[in-house]
């Protein structure tokens, strides 16, 4: 990450603890791109794609694994918040639209 630590603002779209887990996941993500970087940029020979496409695809399954907790992490705590039944299906529509629209 940057060496501006990012603050963790409270709010209801995800509790505390959720945020800190995407963040570190996201962290770890962003410490595989700069090691892909690397690779890239010391390619020499053929044999070094194959580093450079392990690394790339261990990057995109550790996002779309981001993409996953955040999704279900906005389930239980969207689901937790609802006061009615009514309020529970409208969050669980919109969070259906959502991963319709990205996944």
Known sequence: MSDTPIKIVHGTALTDAQKKDLLHRLARVEGQIRG??????????????DSVAQQLAAARKALDRAFITLLTDAIVTHSAAAATPEQALQSAQNLAALLDKFA
């Open 36 to 49: 892909v970087q690397k690779l890239i940029a010391n390619a020499a020979v053929p044999a070094d794609c």
